[in-house]
């Protein structure tokens, strides 16, 4: 079993998404998941375990709490055009 580095805030979750080329699945998944809200994103929650078994389960934490707080999901999108932070 390998070990993973979790993120710990905001930009290093999406600096790892940036990373591992995951910028089109997860604005696909914010896409479809966006007008569902608040749903979605106990959606996320109920499929954590599931998930986290191939995903990272942070990230996972991080996109549901984005999709109950709407403003964020401007937020994200945003962070996403953005070059990955350099700097850890």
């Not at 479809?32 to 986290?52: I, R």
């Not at 709407?70 to 996403?80: G, I, M, N, T």
């Amino acid at each position: 079993m390998t070990t993973r580095e979790e993120p710990t805030t905001e930009t290093d979750w999406i600096d790892r998404v940036q990373a591992n080329g995951w910028e089109t699945p997860l604005r696909l998944a914010l896409d479809v998941m966006e007008p569902l809200g608040p749903f979605g994103a106990q959606v996320m929650w109920v499929l954590q375990p599931t998930l986290g078994a191939f995903l990272n389960r942070e990230v996972l934490r991080h996109i549901a709490l984005t999709l109950e707080q709407p403003d964020e999901l401007a937020r994200v999108r945003q962070r996403l055009d953005e070059p990955p932070s350099t700097t850890r």
